[in-house]
Nanobody, 127 residues
Framework: QVQLVESGGGLVQAGGSLRLSCAAS????????MGWFRQAPGKEREFVSS????????YYADYVKGRFTISKDNAKNTMFLQMNSLKPEDTADYYC????????????????????WGRGTQVTVSS
């Protein structure tokens, strides 16, 4: 099992930036896929971005492409989500997730495909 802890959320004005972190511990295979999801009040959890733990291949939802960047620090076992040009519609709780087993593809976009989840960090973008 992988333990995930998110941090870095907060309140920011539209057009601003935030960087979320996801500290991972436990056994993580290089083939694992790590993802970021978000859930706004009253809405379903939706995919934001993912990457292979090996560093090969990143993938973004259309609504964040060009504004968000996923990355990781191998030495710290930490994944990041740099969020620029934030919009009020980006307001949500953001979660990191890990698909450790049977991660044959480069990306997975459905929450049900992931094995482990963090508790989330709240992002609020004011207009």
């Amino acid at each position: 099992q992988v333990q995930l802890v998110e941090s870095g959320g907060g309140l920011v004005q539209a057009g601003g930036s935030l960087r979320l972190s996801c500290a991972a511990s436990g056994v993580i295979f290089s083939s694992a896929v790590m993802g970021w999801f978000r859930q706004a009040p009253g809405k379903e959890r939706e995919f934001v971005s993912s990457m292979k733990w090996s560093g090969d291949g990143t993938y973004y939802a259309d609504y964040v492409k060009g504004r968000f960047t996923i990355s990781k620090d191998n030495a710290k076992n930490t994944m990041f989500l740099q969020m620029n040009s934030l919009k009020p519609e980006d307001t949500a709780d953001y979660y990191c997730a890990a698909k450790v087993w049977y991660a044959y593809a480069y990306y997975y976009t459905e929450p049900s495909e992931y094995d482990d989840w963090g508790r989330g960090t709240q992002v609020t973008v004011s207009s």
